[in-house]
């Protein structure tokens, strides 16, 4: 038998004419979410996509349905012709699997005003039509179950349920971002936020790890793996922290977080071109801690060759921990992990100045240090079975025979 869903979206619609270009990378998004699902068949039709699958795949449907960013709801969804009798005949077989309590309300609309009776008619007749086959009673303010019916071209959809969808926009209908990773709980919620946005994430951390293969094991890859389930896989770009760590050993400790992270940025606008990233985000919240000032942000981005997003910007530390329940990275983030910001100070001046972070750049010369961190890089390829790690440089070696073969 096959089970079928109807996936609505809401924030798309307001697209004009660009809406088709946005409906095609979210019926995309959903056959790659769905991947592997035994009967799988998605398509799209009149401002709806409707996935099939077998009976043993729906309820891992539901759930991965659950984490595609653009839909609004969905719904597991019986189908019958348009006839009065088909549709009592399937009205009576849904809330006879489904219904909960004594009391209904039919809910009908139709998409399709061919139709002869109105949604109201169509709603009434039905009810009838239920209370003398189920003996349930009707209660339109409060009851236990609702019968929800659409009038669609050629069909008539009913189901009891609407699931909730994230909303937003499909993963990659903004194009891709350099998303900079750290072992805490707000950069994940903060790359999350930028999928919903539309964008399409590649991460970058800086780790103290003896080699780029013990990361492998650390909860970094696990939060990229979970990050993953909701943009459909993700590569991870990995650079060492010991040659910026030996070549600033003389820094003074208050300016160490905000030179650092000054450096966190000119390597990334380096490396964002060669996976196509237009912006670098972070996971910032203004004033939070002490680098994260007005003035110090400021510092940070100066001289900046592409913009840098931080949708947490506003968030206060609760909201963020909600949120990262929410995705599923907050008990990966508070596992113990070394990360660079814990052997970088953490009492740093909180009102730097341009002036001197761009002095501290010059004189530990920046520019040739980023190269050096880059050419000693990795990137690892994280898949929900698995993580492969590559050199940087062999890696962009491959990508550019792909693009030019």
Known sequence: MVSRFVVHYAEIGTKGANRPVFEEFLERNIRTSLAGLSGLKVRRDHQRVFVLVDDDSATDAKRRLAKVFGVAWYAQVESSSTSHEAILET?????????????????ARRADKTSELSS???ARKLGEGIMERLGLKVDLTHPDSTLYVDVVWGEVLLYCERLKGLGGLPV??????LHLLSGGIDSPVAGWLMMKRGCRPTYLHFYLAPTAESVLESKIVEIVRELGKYSGGADLILIPFAPYQLATMS?????????????VRLVAERVAPDFACSAISTGDNL????SQT????????SGATCPTLRPLITYDKEEIVDLAKQVGTYELSIREYK???????????TRMKVAEVDEAAS??????LASECIGKGSIITVTPSGAHVRPFPEAMGARAEKVTS
């Open 91 to 107: 009205a009576v077989k849904v809330l006879g699997e489904r219904a909960r309590g004594t009391s209904f309300r039919v809910s």
């Open 120 to 122: 109201q008619a169509l």
């Open 172 to 177: 990659g209908v903004s194009g891709r971002v």
């Open 251 to 263: 820094l003074p400790t208050d300016f160490e977080p905000i030179a650092f992270r000054r450096f």
């Open 287 to 290: 004033a939070q801690v002490a």
């Open 294 to 301: 007005l003035q110090n942000l400021v510092c940070i981005d």
């Open 339 to 349: 990360d660079c910001c814990s052997i970088v100070s953490r009492h740093p001046r």
């Open 363 to 368: 004189y530990f010369r920046f520019d040739a």
